[in-house]
């Protein structure tokens, strides 16, 4: 039985939740005091967060930062924000998927589910986390707090590589053989047009030196 934690502050759309995942086999805490969060989580370690984003105190953004540093978790944001700007935010902090409110039932469970299965481990993870970025392999995006960009095929692998390495210097050489691994067909120039255009979109994002060149090494995240 997987664990589902709710952090909602809508009485009758707590309440309906809790009793929906209970039905469907679920284990569920709905909280009912919004102090010490992070505390209650990590007692009923969940398997999965479904996150407000109005709540009394602290809102569901800050709130999803915190929970970020103390436990390894899924977070599914549900919400009758609809803006494409609160978004953006939520999946930059590390929110895992995006509902609105009124949501149909059915899809919420298929995003649960989807959710759930990725965090397993018992799949290639589709969203790598590192240095303040958020890449999703899926949708070719990676997003930071301020907004999310489209990378082209090559700069995903290039990007990807080098967020699974952060902190590590990952040479010229090891980035070419990963993209002729997956049968991107590459020399040292393209190589080299790749990275200029994906610091480029990095930039735009708020992270001008996201990519640091070790001079005769190769690149750094």
């Known amino acids: ?12 759309t707590r309440e309906e939740l809790a009793l929906l995942l209970g039905n469907e086999g679920y284990r569920t805490l709905a909280v009912t005091e919004f102090t010490d969060i992070a505390k209650q989580a990590k007692a009923f370690c969940p398997d999965l967060i ?4 109005n709540l009394p105190g602290q809102d569901g953004f800050l709130l999803c930062a915190g929970l970020r540093k103390s436990v390894s978790v899924p977070v599914i944001f549900v919400t009758s924000r609809d803006c494409g700007q609160d978004e953006v935010r939520a999946l930059g902090l590390g929110g895992d998927d995006y509902i609105t ?5 059915p899809v919420l469970l298929a995003r649960m589910k989807a959710v759930l299965r990725r965090g397993s481990g018992g799949e290639s993870p589709e969203v790598i986390s ?10 070719g995006t990676v997003a930071t707090e301020t907004g999310v960009m489209l990378l082209t095929r090559n700069e995903l692998k290039i990007l990807a590589c080098l967020m699974e390495h952060a902190g590590e210097i990952v040479s010229r050489a090891s980035l070419i053989d990963t993209l002729w691994d997956n ?3 590459i020399d040292d120039n393209t190589l080299s047009v790749n990275v200029t255009r994906l610091r480029g979109k990095l930039a735009e994002l708020g992270l001008p030196d996201g990519i640091k060149t070790r001079r005769g090494m190769g690149y750094q995240l």
């Open 101 to 105: 409110k009124p949501y149909s039932v």
């Open 183 to 185: 049968q991107i067909y």
């Open 1 to 12: 039985m997987q664990n589902i934690m709710i952090i909602e502050d809508d009485p009758s």
């Open 130 to 139: 590192a240095r303040g970025l958020r890449l999703d392999l899926i949708k």
């Open 50 to 53: 479904l996150l407000d984003i």
